[in-house]
């Protein structure tokens, strides 16, 4: 099965200052990937996808860039803000297959 | 057009109880998939199923846990027998037939296990 392993852990950052988030996946047939931010105590939320007919994706501060060839994947926020310090979860999905799996997190911390 | 409900929200069960976890999807969605995250921890896979059949279940031990989602009615996890080790949040998530579409989590159970 798909395996998505994701880096790094933990990134404190200050505000205002970018952070990226990278995660690589392990097989090539994953055409669908996710993003979710999960705030201490709630449920994981999707904040941006991006498919394998697609580059890149950008939504205001946040954007994902997606390396087919390489099987890696990027979140990238720009001018980070305090509400932003959450953990970030990023997933690969085989289509078809329906089966999706999810990195380990990482916990950001913005400071303002 | 309601969420993911899942039910109960905090669950308090003694070692050696059975815990059930339930997870009724959003309309429509007709794939389940169940997650455990233990506290400062990710979301780890457990079982992924669609009604009346279970897709893949390589995540959950094979001891005192299985899952159901049955025709009708939500689904179900259950632990038998549980141990402290078991307390931890269980979300479950939902997603349509074949698409390649985001899934949708609930709020989860908390599970805490004395």
């Known amino acids: 099965g798909e395996n998505v392993e994701q880096h790094p852990s933990t990134l404190s950052v200050q505000e205002g200052d970018s952070a990226v988030i990278k995660c690589t996946y392990s097989?090539?047939?994953?055409?669908?990937f996710p993003w979710y931010k999960q705030e201490l105590g709630k449920r994981p939320q999707l904040i941006i996808d991006?498919?394998?007919?697609?580059g890149e994706k950008k939504d205001q501060r946040i954007a994902v860039t997606l390396n087919k060839t390489a099987k890696h994947f990027s979140l990238h926020i720009t001018e980070t803000q305090p509400e932003d310090s959450a953990v970030y979860f990023c997933?690969?999905?085989?289509?078809?297959?329906?089966?999706?799996?999810f990195g380990a997190g990482t916990r950001l911390t913005v400071k303002p | 057009n309601a969420g993911v409900m899942q039910n109960p929200r905090h669950l308090v069960r003694r070692r050696g109880q059975e815990a059930r976890l339930r997870c009724s999807p959003m309309?429509?969605?007709?794939?389940v998939y169940w997650y455990r995250q233990l506290p400062e921890e990710g979301l780890k896979f457990m079982v992924y199923?669609?009604?009346?059949?279970?897709?893949?279940e390589s995540g959950m031990p094979k001891e005192r846990f299985s899952a159901e989602f049955p025709k009708e009615g939500p689904s179900i996890l259950r632990i038998q027998q549980v141990v402290r080790g078991d307390s931890a949040a269980y979300f479950c998530?939902?997603?349509?037939?074949?698409?390649?579409?985001?899934?949708?989590f609930g709020n989860g159970t908390r599970l805490t296990v004395t």
């Open positions: 998530a939902s997603s349509p037939l074949n698409s390649d579409s985001p899934l949708h």
């Open positions: 097989d090539s047939a994953s055409n669908y």
């Open positions: 991006i498919r394998s007919n697609v």
């Open positions: 997933a690969a999905l085989v289509y078809n297959n329906n089966d999706m799996r």
């Open positions: 309309k429509g969605h007709s794939h």
């Open positions: 199923l669609q009604k009346e059949n279970i897709i893949d």
